[in-house]
């Protein structure tokens, strides 16, 4: 009896009309054909032309609408995003919307001394056990950066191990470079028991940034896609241009140039292996145009998220966002009104996965567990508006209105029905306050932050998830540079 | 050039599919046949069975569909809400959405104490003119109560005066006696210079509970509604239902509740003068049933608003919702992320007029002036995200695109179109922080709140609006109990 689940339906909200879907569908594919891209790599070049595609005398790789199509028509539109707890497996599909965690902040936020300082390894591990503890954070994706690693391949390697160690949630992260992968592979081998147990529930996705637009491929992270595919690791497929700078200025440019990307990500994935897991990445970001800064709180970010995830909703396919930061350095008022207005907005549009949705301030620069716990709330109330209105004799309560007034009870309070809807009609948050401003003063001022500090402090003396065996651990930290002790794993 | 103005049409979001919507509207209609109202007045009855409704053996009035919809068809639909400065009129119609203050809090919040006090009658003059400042808040509606007036007459009446002497804009009232509201016009009339020039541009609107839900005629409001039509005031046919409460938990019987008991009011508007300037004021409140108490911030709330808004569009009527009042106790977290996720999302359903869409906490037991200010950054983000996505040749920016690509710029930041449209494709928050981390520390850590305070300092000092002449005041003071000195006034 929960109000709601993960991957309710979105779409009820539809920034574009059906003809302006269309018109940026065709700017999409004219990219496509006419401009392409370049910094192709020679396995990617190999292996789209004998797709269909073609490489120009000016080194772009220019890939004709019907082979999109046929990349279009061939991919998986039925994605399982595998828990490391089967109770957590997410079926990405249709319009179902799930919540991610945000990516790779340099910076931990601390809202109450209101100071931001360098991320660190132990940070990752407790994003992950306080994402762990939120209904609504459907899937954990590595929130910052390890600054006390310096090694590139350790970092890498560390990001993935402290986030699965600390949620039975599935995972997102990135890598560097392809031989970091392969060596991440082996451990995630190591985890699942046998690499055969990996390719039947792969619990770790690929964010990968396989360009850098406008329409130029970046080398080393097409290396690291070709090695996720071929390891049945799912992909995101990552445009993340931002408008006025690396995108047009003009929303439905930005729109139709992050599609393009995507669809040429795609192509490339069907090339190597038709129908392997792929999720559409259109995350394009926002300039402010006075300063050229990034300003991932704008409502022009919402809007963008929206008409994406729409375009993916017209072609049955899986779509990913990049959507509720704030550009406030910490949840004050605007922290809240941007996350919740953006995340709502894309939410509703049907975006099957939004990133960025929880913790994230300074446009990305910086991550505040606090306010995972929050963003919980404005989540869960998310997902309550996609739930909608449930429309049918029962709720429409004819005869409950009817008996309410005619026999002048005058209110609803004492209704069979009200008290049976109390807990699907209705959701309730966790930190949020609802006391009136007696009672509340009298209950010494409470504010959702001060509650989630409390609780913040809770979970992480003393959530420490065991699900990785202490003898797989064993196994894991001989074979790799593992950075966190076994203690501060609680173990 | 301004991204946003007043009356961006939304109707993007559609929470109800089109059968929910016919369903919802069958079920009201059959509220008002078969159940119908209690507590008509004699006014009322004469003038609305006259029109075809039936009085039945059991004193309820009830109205047939057809009824109904004569009503309906009768209706104004292109209804002007008229500024004390003609700059400031709105064109009510379609689904154009514009933003109102708030309604009626008994005590005034101190965002930087954290406390509430009771509320006073300076502070309505003072919201009113933070008010006229705000680029997003379209009409002032009365926010407070003013405590230190016992009298109840010297109330509505200085209610009126303290509103529209601190604005130019629109203003939105209400009365508790009939004889009070006559009075009030006879002051109206002396502002406008005449009766006749009220009439032809009246600029104070009534907001009205002509029911006690549900299905219950207030009858002394019953008696207010009818001197506002036959004095040219636009009333704001206001239904106030809770779900859970005075109307059934389930949405969608709320909804259905809302629409019949509104439909109701439009009746009588109709039955007197056919096409007096109505908004139907469909204000499904919330429960929170676990304490019976009302929440105002709920994800149900912005739900009821959007799901009533669809319905009004369909019926093609000037359709109003309270919607974006926080549960919060001040403009934090909490705070930011109600108003703006509840706000946004009613704004995109395409309700005409959003009430309560600034400064309102405690769900509405409290009024902050500081986050008025901080409410139009909302607001505007809110019709930034409504105005949504233009596509046309120049947006999808194609040849812009093949530009950058093909020269190998790079980047968009030099083209001519980003320069172009950055004041267009683009609204800029004014009191929202966007500096990097190091930059916020550097520039003393400034926030919303913070920048609010001083603003709102700066306006209260110095902004005296002077619409109404001395000479015209003078003449209200002779007339009328004129509470708030000269001084107060900066005259």
Redesign the interface.
């Known amino acids: 009896m929960k109000p709601v689940h993960p991957g309710e339906s979105g779409g009820?909200?539809?920034?574009?009309?059906h003809?302006?879907v269309t018109?940026?569908l065709e700017?999409s594919f004219?990219?496509l054909e006419?401009?392409g891209f370049?910094q192709a790599t020679p396995h990617c070049i190999k292996t789209c032309t004998a797709y269909g595609a073609e490489m120009g005398d000016?080194d772009r790789l220019r890939i004709p609408r019907k082979v999109v199509k046929k990349a279009i028509e061939s991919s998986n539109r039925d994605l399982v995003l595998h828990g490391q707890d089967p109770a957590h497996d997410l079926h990405v599909t249709g319009s179902r919307v799930y919540f991610y965690t945000p990516g790779a902040a340099g910076?931990i936020?601390d809202p109450v001394n209101?100071?931001?300082r360098d991320a660190l390894a132990q940070d990752l591990y407790d994003m992950s056990r306080i994402s762990d503890t939120c209904e609504h954070i459907h899937i954990f994706q590595r929130t910052n950066v390890l600054c006390d690693i310096k090694d590139n391949y350790a970092m890498d390697l560390n990001t993935t191990y402290n986030s699965v160690m600390g949620t039975t949630k599935h995972v997102g992260s990135s890598w560097t470079e392809a031989h970091h992968l392969e060596k991440t592979l082996k451990l995630l081998h190591l985890m699942a028991g046998s690499e055969e147990a990996w390719r039947a529930r792969p619990f770790v996705s690929q964010s990968n940034c396989f360009v850098v637009p406008?329409?130029?491929f970046a080398e080393e992270s097409l290396e690291c896609l070709r090695i996720a595919v071929e390891g049945s690791m799912p992909v995101l497929l990552l445009s993340a241009g931002q408008a006025?700078?690396?995108?047009?200025?003009?929303?439905?440019?930005t729109?139709?140039?992050a599609w393009a990307e995507c669809l040429g990500g795609l192509v490339y994935v069907n090339a190597i292996k038709p129908g392997a897991p792929a999720i559409l990445g259109t995350w394009p970001f926002?300039s402010?145009?006075?300063?050229?800064?990034m300003?991932g709180?704008?409502?022009?970010q919402?809007?963008l998220s929206a008409?994406c995830a729409q375009i993916g909703q017209h072609l049955d396919l899986p779509t990913g966002t990049g959507c509720g930061m704030s550009?406030?350095?910490?949840?004050?008022?605007?922290?809240?009104?941007?996350?919740?207005?953006n995340?709502?907005?894309a939410a509703?549009s049907g975006a099957n996965v939004i990133y960025e949705s929880a913790g994230m301030y300074?446009?990305l620069?910086?991550a505040c567990p606090e306010?995972l716990l929050?963003d919980n709330?404005?989540l869960?109330?998310?997902m309550?508006?996609v739930k909608?209105?449930?429309?049918?004799e029962?709720?429409?309560?004819?005869d409950?209105?009817?008996d309410?007034?005619?026999s002048n009870k005058?209110?609803?309070?004492g209704?069979d029905?009200?008290l049976k809807?109390?807990q699907t009609?209705?959701?309730?948050p966790e930190?949020?306050?609802?006391?009136?401003?007696n009672d509340?003063?009298d209950a010494g001022?409470p504010?959702?932050?001060s509650e989630a500090v409390q609780r913040k402090e809770h979970i992480l003396a003393t959530h420490f998830p065991k699900h990785v065996s202490d003898e797989v651990d064993d196994k894991i930290r001989a074979e790799f540079p593992v950075f966190l002790s076994k203690k501060a794993l609680g173990r």
């Not at 009820?12 to 009309?17: A, D, E, F, N, R």
């Not at 930190?431 to 401003?437: A, D, E, G, V």
């Open positions: 009820q909200y539809k920034p574009l009309s003809k302006d018109a940026v700017n004219r990219i006419e401009i370049n000016d910076m936020a209101k100071t931001n406008p329409m130029k006025g700078a690396t995108a047009p200025a003009c929303l439905a440019g729109v139709s140039q926002v402010d145009l006075r300063t050229g800064a300003s709180g704008s409502p022009e919402g809007i008409a550009d406030s350095k910490l949840p004050d008022f605007q922290g809240g009104a941007e996350h919740a207005s995340v709502a907005i509703l300074a446009s620069l910086s306010s929050m709330d404005v869960g109330a998310c309550r508006m909608g209105v449930t429309v049918n029962e709720t429409l309560a004819f409950v209105t009817k309410v007034c005619l005058g209110h609803y309070l209704s029905q009200t809807v109390m009609e209705y959701i309730y930190f949020y306050n609802r006391l009136s401003p509340w003063s001022k504010e959702a932050l």
